[in-house]
Nanobody
Framework: QVQLVESGGGLVQAGGSLRLSCAAS????????MGWYRQAPGKQREPVAL???????NYADSVKGRFIISRDNAKNTVALQMNSLKFEDTAVYYC??????????WGQGTQVTVSP
């Protein structure tokens, strides 16, 4: 079955950096568009960054210029490099995969806390 396991969350001061990683298994990696989403307390889950198999990317306006999504198709991993973190980036971050048939799968999430 599809499995997505995130790692790399934690506590960081504003202005700092964190790198999230996601290890994927249970599906043919090249068939999936990989993404990172986040959900802050009391808010809806929102997309942060997406990347296709060929490396096309899409970012939320709030993270453009600060976050970089990448994927290693040989290792079935996707990463999110987060720089210049802000307090409002505090959220649970989820790795996700989307397929052309409309199916989506999520990881268990990893907490990112940015102190002011």
């Amino acid at each position: 079955q599809v499995q997505l396991v995130e790692s790399g969350g934690g506590l960081v001061q504003a202005g700092g950096s964190l790198r999230l990683s996601c290890a994927a298994s249970g599906f043919i990696f090249r068939f999936g568009t990989m993404g990172w989403y986040r959900q802050a307390p009391g808010k809806q889950r929102e997309p942060v960054a997406l990347i296709t198999f060929v490396g096309s990317t899409n970012y939320a306006d709030s993270v453009k210029g600060r976050f970089i999504i990448s994927r290693d198709n040989a290792k079935n991993t996707v990463a999110l490099q987060m720089n210049s973190l802000k307090f409002e980036d505090t959220a649970v971050y989820y790795c996700a995969v989307s397929f052309s048939n409309g199916n989506n799968y999520w990881g268990q999430g990893t907490q990112v806390t940015v102190s002011p």
